[in-house]
């Protein structure tokens, strides 16, 4: 599994970045949210936090 961001959705606001745990997800400067899958535990927290569910479990 693996945690999918939707461009569409994602605003950029940050606060899944500010709420990961292992420091996993990075906003680019055009931002576009990125997941390192390598540092991801898939804890989910991220997805609790983000206001507009752009974060899925895929
Ligand atoms: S699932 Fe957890 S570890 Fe993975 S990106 Fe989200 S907050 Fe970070
Ligand atoms: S919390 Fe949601 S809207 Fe905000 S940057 Fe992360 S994915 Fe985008």
Same mark, same amino acid.
Request: charged content about 25%; some cysteine.
């Given at each position: 599994?693996? &945690?999918?961001?939707?461009?569409?959705?994602?605003?950029?606001?940050?606060?899944?970045?500010?709420?990961?745990?292992?420091?996993?997800?990075?906003?680019?400067?055009?931002? &576009?949210?990125? &997941?390192?899958?390598?540092?991801?535990?898939?804890?989910?927290?991220?997805?609790?936090?983000?206001?507009?569910?752009?974060?899925?479990?895929?």
């Amino acid at each position: 599994m693996a &945690i999918v961001v939707s461009e569409r959705e994602c605003f950029g606001c940050a606060l899944c970045v500010l709420s990961c745990p292992e420091d996993a997800i990075k906003i680019t400067s055009s931002f &576009i949210v990125e &997941i390192d899958e390598e540092k991801c535990t898939e804890c989910l927290e991220c997805l609790y936090y983000c206001p507009v569910d752009a974060l899925t479990e895929a």
